[in-house]
C-alpha cells in the first residue's frame, strides 16, 4: 500500500508552511532518515527526514509552493514490491492529475475564487435534470433555467438584508454558485439595494480619501488610494504569525509600563577592561567581544532571581513560577523578527551569553533555529539602542508576563551631588502584564535591574 507522506508540524503553533525545496525527486530510493525536503516556518527553515523505506512515486506539492496545511499529503512513496507508476495519493489531497469533478475540493494552489464553501454554507446541487450553471462570466451571476440562480441559503439571506438582487452577483462557490464571501464581495464594492436604481448621477468631485476605519476589508483599502500609486507585496507566514500573535497580545494581556534612567559608565569602563583581557585564538581574533545587550541579559535574569514573584506566566487556573531565567531576545531578521532564548542566564558568564546570542543571531537570519531555541523563556529583551532609539514600549511575547525595551546610551546632562553632570545615560521601559505583575511588583523587578546596570560587578560574582 502507497505510503503517503504529509506537511508536518515543526511547532506546536504551526498551521501551515512553505514548502521551500525537494531533495528528492520522483523515483528516487529513499531510505528512513533520509532528508526529503526543506520546510519553511514562520520561524525558521527545517529539513523533513523520511521515516519509511521505499520509492519517491509522486510529488504531490512542487516546491515553491506556499501556505501548504499541516497534514496536506506532500508526496507519496511505494512500498517494497509497489510499481512506483501506478502509485497515486491515497487518502488525502488529489494528486495534481485527479480531475477537478472527482476533487472534493479544490487543490491548495487555485485561486481564492475556488476555496471550497465555508462549514456554515450547506452544500448546494442542482437537482433534478437540472445542468450545472457555467462559471461566471463578464461579473453576471449565473442564472439557471432563464431565472433561477444558484446560492447558498446563507448568500440568499445575507443578500435578502442588505436588499441586493442575488442574479446580479457573480458566484464563485462550486458550478459557479453564489456563496457567503460573494455577497460579502459585492457589499464591500458597493453594490446598491435592488430597489434603489436609478439612473447614473454626475460623478461627485474628487475629495481626500478618508482614514480607513478598523476592519475594512483589502479591497475598500485599496479604493482609498490612486490605482497604480502602489505595490502589493504578499504577507508570507512569519508577518502572518507576527501581526496575529501581538494584535492578540494587546487584544488580551493589560499591559502598563515602568521606565528608569541608568547610568552606564561604570558599564562601559569594566566592559572595556572584560574585552582587553579576551584570549586572542590562533587566527589573532578575540575569543569573545561582550556588548552592552549582553549586560542587559544577565543584569535581567539577575532580577528576576532576586524578584521571583515576577519570574511568572500567567495561565487562566494558576501561576508559573519559573525556577530560572529564560530570557528572550528579539533578533532582526529579513521580513520580521525572531526570538531565541538564553536558558540559565542567570548561571552563565556574560562571555557565554555573548558568544550564544552570536550563534543564535547568524542561524536566526539564516531561518536555521530549532523550535527548542525560539520557544517558551518567562521574560524578553528587545533593544532598539543601537538605531539610536532613546525610548520605547515592547509588546510582550506571551507566555511572558514581561519584555525589557532598551534604548540607547548617550550623554546627557544630569544632576548629581546637587550639581550638574555629563554621564551616559540609558533608558529602559519595561511592560508587564499586569495579570501576572503588579505595579508595585514591576517597580522592585526594575529597581533591581537598575542597580545591576549601574554597579555592573554584581554581574562577574
Request: net charge neutral; aromatic share 4%; hydrophobic share 45%.
Amino acid at each position: 500500500m502507497p505510503i503517503n507522506i504529509l506537511m508536518p508540524a515543526l511547532s506546536p503553533t504551526m498551521e501551515k508552511g512553505n514548502l521551500a525545496k525537494w531533495l528528492k525527486k520522483e523515483g528516487d530510493a529513499v531510505k528512513s532518515g533520509d532528508i526529503l525536503a526543506e520546510i519553511e516556518t514562520d520561524k525558521a527553515t527545517m529539513e523533513v527526514e523520511a521515516v519509511d523505506e521505499g520509492v519517491l512515486a509522486k510529488i504531490v506539492v512542487p516546491e515553491g509552493t506556499s501556505d501548504v496545511p499541516v497534514n496536506d499529503v506532500i508526496a507519496v512513496l511505494a512500498a517494497e514490491g509497489e510499481d512506483p507508476k501506478a502509485v497515486s495519493a491515497s487518502g488525502g489531497a488529489p494528486t495534481k492529475e485527479a480531475p477537478k469533478e472527482a476533487a472534493k475540493e479544490p487543490a491548495k494552489a487555485e485561486a481564492p475564487k475556488a476555496e471550497a464553501p465555508k462549514a456554515e454554507e450547506p452544500k448546494v446541487e442542482p437537482t433534478r435534470a437540472e445542468a450545472p450553471a457555467p462559471a461566471a462570466k463578464a461579473g453576471l451571476a449565473p442564472v439557471a433555467d432563464g431565472n433561477r440562480v444558484f446560492a447558498s441559503p446563507l448568500a440568499r439571506r445575507l443578500a435578502k438584508e442588505a436588499g441586493i438582487d442575488i442574479a446580479a452577483i457573480a458566484g464563485s462557490g462550486p458550478h459557479g454558485r453564489v456563496v457567503e464571501r460573494d455577497v460579502k464581495s459585492a457589499l464591500a464594492g458597493g453594490a446598491k439595494p435592488a430597489a434603489a436604481a436609478v439612473p447614473a448621477a454626475a460623478p461627485a468631485p474628487k475629495t481626500a480619501p478618508a482614514p480607513a476605519p478598523a476592519g475594512m476589508g483589502d479591497e475598500q483599502i485599496k479604493k482609498l488610494f490612486e490605482p497604480g500609486s502602489y505595490e502589493e507585496v504578499p504577507h508570507d507566514s512569519m508577518r502572518k504569525t507576527i501581526a496575529r500573535r501581538l494584535t492578540e497580545s494587546k487584544q488580551t494581556i493589560p499591559h502598563f509600563y515602568l521606565s528608569v534612567d541608568c547610568e552606564l559608565d561604570a558599564l562601559l569602563a569594566l566592559r572595556e577592561q572584560i574585552n582587553a583581557a579576551a584570549p586572542k585564538g590562533e587566527d589573532g581574533k578575540p575569543a569573545y567581544k561582550v556588548s552592552v545587550n549582553d549586560f542587559v541579559i544577565k543584569a535581567l535574569a539577575l532580577s528576576l532571581m532576586r524578584v521571583p514573584d515576577a519570574n511568572v506566566s500567567w495561565t487562566d487556573n494558576a501561576m508559573l513560577r519559573h525556577k530560572q531565567a529564560d530570557v528572550g531576545v528579539a533578533v532582526s531578521i529579513p521580513g520580521g523578527l525572531i526570538t531565541p532564548v538564553v536558558r540559565k542566564a542567570e548561571t552563565k558568564s556574560l562571555s557565554t551569553i555573548s558568544n550564544e546570542m552570536k550563534d543564535y543571531a547568524a542561524r536566526a537570519r539564516a531561518r536555521k533555529l530549532k523550535p527548542e531555541e525560539y520557544q517558551g523563556g518567562s521574560t524578553a529583551v528587545s533593544n532598539l539602542g543601537m538605531f539610536g532609539i532613546r525610548d520605547f514600549s515592547a509588546v510582550i511575547n506571551p507566555p511572558h508576563a514581561t519584555i525589557l525595551a532598551v534604548g540607547a546610551g548617550e550623554k546627557r546632562v544630569i544632576v548629581k551631588n546637587d550639581a550638574p553632570a555629563v554621564a551616559t545615560v540609558m533608558t529602559v521601559t519595561l511592560s508587564t502584564d499586569h495579570r501576572a505583575v503588579d505595579g508595585a511588583l514591576g517597580a522592585e523587578l526594575i529597581a533591581a535591574f537598575k542597580q545591576l546596570i549601574e554597579n555592573p560587578m554584581g554581574l562577574l560574582v
